[in-house]
């Protein structure tokens, strides 16, 4: 796993494979980048594919402080058109709770993590 944009530009513009393009993280880019908008400018449209939404804490969309906002606007100018995956984990294992360090409830149900981001993400990027 790469952590920063700057290390995965390097690699994908090293390797030269036009079938090598990038997959951003939104919790991720929380811990790594200054700021997630101009990150994904930095990428932008031609070597964005994919991008794995959750929230500053991996709790409900909204309730942290990602700046859902500015992400919507700098996927706009990009215009992209790939894949916004809602990344949930209502009710993690032990193990995976532990592989991702998550040592709460983030929300009631698993249901309720998911549905709640779901009707989030509709608002916020349909």
């Given amino acids: ?30 811990i790594e980048e200054k700021n997630i908008p101009d990150a994904i400018r930095k990428v932008g449209k031609e070597l964005l594919r994919h991008v794995q939404a959750n929230e500053s804490d991996r709790g409900t969309a909204a309730t942290g402080h990602i700046d859902w906002p500015g992400i919507k ?32 409830t983030l929300a009631n149900s698993a249901d309720e993590l998911a549905n709640d981001g779901l009707r989030f993400y509709h608002e916020m990027f349909r």
């Fill in 73 to 104: 606007k700098a996927l706009e100018e990009i215009n992209y058109e790939g894949a916004m995956v809602l990344e949930t984990f209502g009710a993690p294992s032990k193990e995976l709770a532990a592989a991702a360090c998550i040592w709460r």
């Fill in 1 to 30: 796993m790469v952590n920063t944009v700057d290390q995965a530009l390097s690699i994908v513009q090293e390797v030269s494979n036009e079938n090598i393009k990038i997959s951003l993280d939104t919790f991720h880019c929380n």
